[in-house]
Protein backbone atom coordinates (compact mmCIF):
# COMPACT_ATOMS: atom_id res chain seq x y z
CA UNK A 1 0.00 0.00 0.00
CA UNK A 2 1.02 3.51 -0.44
CA UNK A 3 0.15 6.63 2.09
CA UNK A 4 -0.13 9.41 0.09
CA UNK A 5 -0.80 11.46 2.83
CA UNK A 6 1.11 11.70 6.15
CA UNK A 7 2.80 14.35 8.59
CA UNK A 8 5.96 12.11 9.17
CA UNK A 9 8.65 15.02 9.04
CA UNK A 10 10.17 15.35 12.15
CA UNK A 11 9.79 18.72 13.72
CA UNK A 12 8.23 20.85 10.99
CA UNK A 13 4.65 21.70 10.69
CA UNK A 14 2.33 20.16 13.13
CA UNK A 15 3.25 16.65 12.41
CA UNK A 16 5.71 14.57 13.97
CA UNK A 17 7.21 15.83 17.43
CA UNK A 18 11.06 14.64 16.68
CA UNK A 19 12.77 12.62 14.99
CA UNK A 20 11.77 9.17 17.21
CA UNK A 21 8.26 10.41 16.38
CA UNK A 22 8.99 10.15 12.76
CA UNK A 23 10.94 6.86 13.36
CA UNK A 24 7.78 5.10 15.38
CA UNK A 25 5.19 6.60 12.55
CA UNK A 26 7.67 4.76 9.78
CA UNK A 27 7.29 1.59 11.85
CA UNK A 28 3.59 1.94 12.13
CA UNK A 29 3.28 1.91 8.60
CA UNK A 30 5.52 -1.21 7.94
CA UNK A 31 3.32 -3.35 10.60
CA UNK A 32 0.36 -1.87 8.08
CA UNK A 33 1.82 -3.18 5.15
CA UNK A 34 2.39 0.03 3.52
CA UNK A 35 5.72 0.46 1.52
CA UNK A 36 5.75 3.66 0.92
CA UNK A 37 4.56 7.27 2.75
CA UNK A 38 4.04 10.76 0.68
CA UNK A 39 5.91 13.33 3.14
CA UNK A 40 3.06 15.72 3.32
CA UNK A 41 3.93 19.08 5.31
CA UNK A 42 1.76 21.59 5.23
CA UNK A 43 1.99 24.59 2.69
CA UNK A 44 -0.21 26.88 4.42
CA UNK A 45 -0.09 30.52 6.21
CA UNK A 46 0.10 28.69 9.33
CA UNK A 47 2.95 27.06 9.25
CA UNK A 48 6.69 27.95 7.78
CA UNK A 49 7.63 25.40 5.91
CA UNK A 50 10.51 26.15 3.63
CA UNK A 51 9.21 24.43 0.35
CA UNK A 52 13.03 24.42 -1.03
CA UNK A 53 14.43 21.76 1.79
CA UNK A 54 11.35 19.35 1.86
CA UNK A 55 13.80 17.03 -0.07
CA UNK A 56 16.43 17.38 1.71
CA UNK A 57 14.20 16.42 5.17
CA UNK A 58 12.96 13.62 3.03
CA UNK A 59 16.32 12.62 2.15
CA UNK A 60 17.93 12.85 6.12
CA UNK A 61 14.79 10.68 7.53
CA UNK A 62 15.21 8.29 4.86
CA UNK A 63 18.66 7.36 6.25
CA UNK A 64 17.61 7.05 9.90
CA UNK A 65 14.86 4.63 8.42
CA UNK A 66 17.65 2.39 6.07
CA UNK A 67 19.95 2.72 9.05
CA UNK A 68 17.17 0.81 11.64
CA UNK A 69 15.86 -1.64 8.89
CA UNK A 70 12.83 0.27 8.74
CA UNK A 71 11.55 -1.25 5.17
CA UNK A 72 9.65 2.21 4.40
CA UNK A 73 10.43 4.62 1.79
CA UNK A 74 9.67 8.22 1.99
CA UNK A 75 8.84 10.26 -0.94
CA UNK A 76 8.53 14.37 -0.79
CA UNK A 77 4.94 16.21 -1.28
CA UNK A 78 3.26 18.71 0.31
CA UNK A 79 -0.47 19.47 1.51
CA UNK A 80 -0.95 22.36 -0.21
CA UNK A 81 -3.75 24.67 0.99
CA UNK A 82 -6.27 26.33 -1.43
CA UNK A 83 -5.99 29.49 0.05
CA UNK A 84 -2.27 29.49 -0.60
CA UNK A 85 -2.09 28.04 -4.76
CA UNK A 86 -2.38 30.81 -6.63
CA UNK A 87 0.89 33.00 -4.89
CA UNK A 88 3.07 29.64 -5.44
CA UNK A 89 5.51 30.00 -8.42
CA UNK A 90 5.68 26.90 -10.84
CA UNK A 91 8.33 26.18 -9.45
CA UNK A 92 7.30 25.66 -5.60
CA UNK A 93 4.54 23.86 -6.75
CA UNK A 94 6.35 21.18 -8.46
CA UNK A 95 8.54 21.01 -5.72
CA UNK A 96 5.67 19.82 -3.41
CA UNK A 97 3.84 17.92 -5.97
CA UNK A 98 3.27 13.98 -4.72
CA UNK A 99 6.72 12.37 -5.10
CA UNK A 100 8.59 14.83 -6.17
CA UNK A 101 7.84 14.24 -9.60
CA UNK A 102 5.98 17.04 -10.76
CA UNK A 103 2.40 16.00 -11.57
CA UNK A 104 0.22 15.38 -9.05
CA UNK A 105 -0.76 18.26 -5.91
CA UNK A 106 -2.67 17.21 -3.02
CA UNK A 107 -4.82 19.79 -2.20
CA UNK A 108 -5.99 21.20 1.28
CA UNK A 109 -9.83 22.39 0.61
CA UNK A 110 -10.14 26.15 2.58
CA UNK A 111 -12.63 25.78 5.66
CA UNK A 112 -16.31 24.82 5.22
CA UNK A 113 -18.27 23.18 2.43
CA UNK A 114 -16.72 22.23 -0.62
CA UNK A 115 -16.78 25.55 -3.11
CA UNK A 116 -16.92 26.79 -6.44
CA UNK A 117 -13.48 28.29 -6.24
CA UNK A 118 -11.99 25.21 -5.61
CA UNK A 119 -12.88 23.84 -8.96
CA UNK A 120 -12.01 26.96 -10.43
CA UNK A 121 -8.19 25.96 -8.51
CA UNK A 122 -8.35 23.29 -9.64
CA UNK A 123 -9.03 24.02 -13.83
CA UNK A 124 -6.03 27.10 -13.18
CA UNK A 125 -3.63 24.29 -11.64
CA UNK A 126 -4.98 22.63 -14.63
CA UNK A 127 -3.51 25.23 -16.81
CA UNK A 128 -0.27 25.16 -15.43
CA UNK A 129 0.47 21.34 -16.14
CA UNK A 130 -0.54 19.71 -12.55
CA UNK A 131 -3.44 17.34 -11.71
CA UNK A 132 -5.22 17.29 -8.54
CA UNK A 133 -6.03 15.19 -5.41
CA UNK A 134 -8.61 16.56 -2.98
CA UNK A 135 -7.52 15.74 0.46
CA UNK A 136 -10.60 14.85 3.02
CA UNK A 137 -13.85 15.80 1.44
CA UNK A 138 -15.43 14.50 4.91
CA UNK A 139 -14.32 17.63 6.96
CA UNK A 140 -16.21 19.63 3.89
CA UNK A 141 -19.44 18.67 4.03
CA UNK A 142 -22.40 20.58 2.53
CA UNK A 143 -25.67 21.15 1.30
CA UNK A 144 -24.37 19.96 -1.88
CA UNK A 145 -21.83 18.03 -1.12
CA UNK A 146 -21.92 15.11 -3.54
CA UNK A 147 -22.87 17.62 -6.34
CA UNK A 148 -19.53 19.42 -5.78
CA UNK A 149 -17.66 15.95 -5.57
CA UNK A 150 -19.10 14.98 -9.11
CA UNK A 151 -17.71 18.22 -10.44
CA UNK A 152 -14.33 18.06 -8.95
CA UNK A 153 -14.07 14.43 -10.61
CA UNK A 154 -15.50 15.48 -13.59
CA UNK A 155 -12.84 18.33 -13.77
CA UNK A 156 -10.15 15.49 -13.33
CA UNK A 157 -9.61 15.51 -9.78
CA UNK A 158 -9.19 12.54 -7.58
CA UNK A 159 -10.72 12.60 -3.83
CA UNK A 160 -8.76 11.28 -1.15
CA UNK A 161 -10.63 10.56 1.91
CA UNK A 162 -8.97 9.63 5.82
CA UNK A 163 -8.64 6.01 5.95
CA UNK A 164 -9.70 6.22 9.84
CA UNK A 165 -13.17 7.96 8.37
CA UNK A 166 -13.30 4.79 6.48
CA UNK A 167 -12.19 2.07 9.28
CA UNK A 168 -14.92 3.68 11.55
CA UNK A 169 -17.92 3.50 8.57
CA UNK A 170 -20.90 1.52 9.78
CA UNK A 171 -22.82 -0.07 6.48
CA UNK A 172 -25.71 2.45 4.66
CA UNK A 173 -23.19 5.39 6.19
CA UNK A 174 -22.85 7.69 2.73
CA UNK A 175 -19.15 7.31 2.59
CA UNK A 176 -19.66 3.77 1.90
CA UNK A 177 -22.40 4.45 -0.76
CA UNK A 178 -20.07 6.99 -2.53
CA UNK A 179 -17.80 4.64 -2.88
CA UNK A 180 -19.81 1.96 -4.55
CA UNK A 181 -20.82 4.92 -6.98
CA UNK A 182 -17.09 5.66 -7.53
CA UNK A 183 -16.41 9.38 -5.67
CA UNK A 184 -13.67 7.36 -3.44
CA UNK A 185 -10.77 7.03 -5.28
CA UNK A 186 -7.80 6.87 -2.89
CA UNK A 187 -7.16 6.62 0.76
CA UNK A 188 -4.45 8.55 3.48
CA UNK A 189 -3.56 8.35 6.49
CA UNK A 190 -3.30 12.16 7.32
CA UNK A 191 -1.15 10.83 10.71
CA UNK A 192 0.17 13.67 12.82
CA UNK A 193 2.31 11.49 15.31
CA UNK A 194 2.53 8.47 16.44
CA UNK A 195 1.74 9.70 20.58
CA UNK A 196 -1.59 10.38 19.54
CA UNK A 197 -4.51 10.91 16.60
CA UNK A 198 -4.76 9.05 13.78
CA UNK A 199 -2.19 5.89 13.28
CA UNK A 200 -0.11 5.45 9.52
CA UNK A 201 -2.44 2.36 8.78
CA UNK A 202 -4.33 2.07 5.62
CA UNK A 203 -5.38 -1.95 6.12
CA UNK A 204 -8.78 -1.39 8.03
CA UNK A 205 -10.02 1.62 5.84
CA UNK A 206 -9.72 -0.72 2.68
CA UNK A 207 -11.41 -3.86 4.77
CA UNK A 208 -14.24 -1.31 5.29
CA UNK A 209 -14.36 -0.28 1.34
CA UNK A 210 -13.94 -4.10 0.62
CA UNK A 211 -17.08 -4.12 1.81
CA UNK A 212 -18.77 -2.22 -1.26
CA UNK A 213 -15.98 -2.53 -3.75
CA UNK A 214 -14.80 -5.35 -5.62
CA UNK A 215 -11.20 -6.85 -5.17
CA UNK A 216 -9.82 -5.01 -8.76
CA UNK A 217 -11.16 -1.84 -7.36
CA UNK A 218 -9.20 -2.16 -4.01
CA UNK A 219 -5.97 -3.07 -6.38
CA UNK A 220 -6.94 0.22 -8.35
CA UNK A 221 -7.20 2.79 -4.89
CA UNK A 222 -4.19 0.92 -2.87
CA UNK A 223 -1.49 0.39 -5.55
CA UNK A 224 -1.80 1.52 -8.94
CA UNK A 225 -3.11 4.89 -8.74
CA UNK A 226 -0.84 5.91 -6.04
CA UNK A 227 2.04 4.44 -7.86
CA UNK A 228 0.62 6.64 -11.03
CA UNK A 229 0.43 9.46 -9.04
CA UNK A 230 3.90 9.13 -7.96
CA UNK A 231 5.25 8.91 -11.63
CA UNK A 232 3.83 11.78 -12.04
CA UNK A 233 1.46 9.74 -15.05
CA UNK A 234 -2.09 10.05 -15.79
CA UNK A 235 -4.31 7.82 -13.83
CA UNK A 236 -6.17 5.27 -15.87
CA UNK A 237 -9.83 5.53 -14.67
CA UNK A 238 -11.48 3.11 -11.44
CA UNK A 239 -12.19 0.01 -12.59
Known sequence: ??????????????????????????????????AVVCATPHIRHDHEVAIEQIAARVAALQEH????????RVLPGGELAQTEADDLSDEQLRLI???GTGGWL???PAPGPLSSELQALVERLHQRGLRTVIAH??????????????????????????????????PG??????????LVHLLGSDAHSSLAGRPVRLGAGFASLATVCGEAQITW???RAPQAILRGEPVTPLP
Open 1 to 34: MIDLHCHILPELDDGALSLQDSLAMARQAQDDGI
Open 65 to 72: LDERGIDV
Open 97 to 99: ALG
Open 106 to 108: LVE
Open 137 to 170: PERHAGVDFEERLRRLVGAGCLIQWTAQFLADAQ
Open 173 to 182: DLVLRLAGEG
Open 221 to 223: MAE
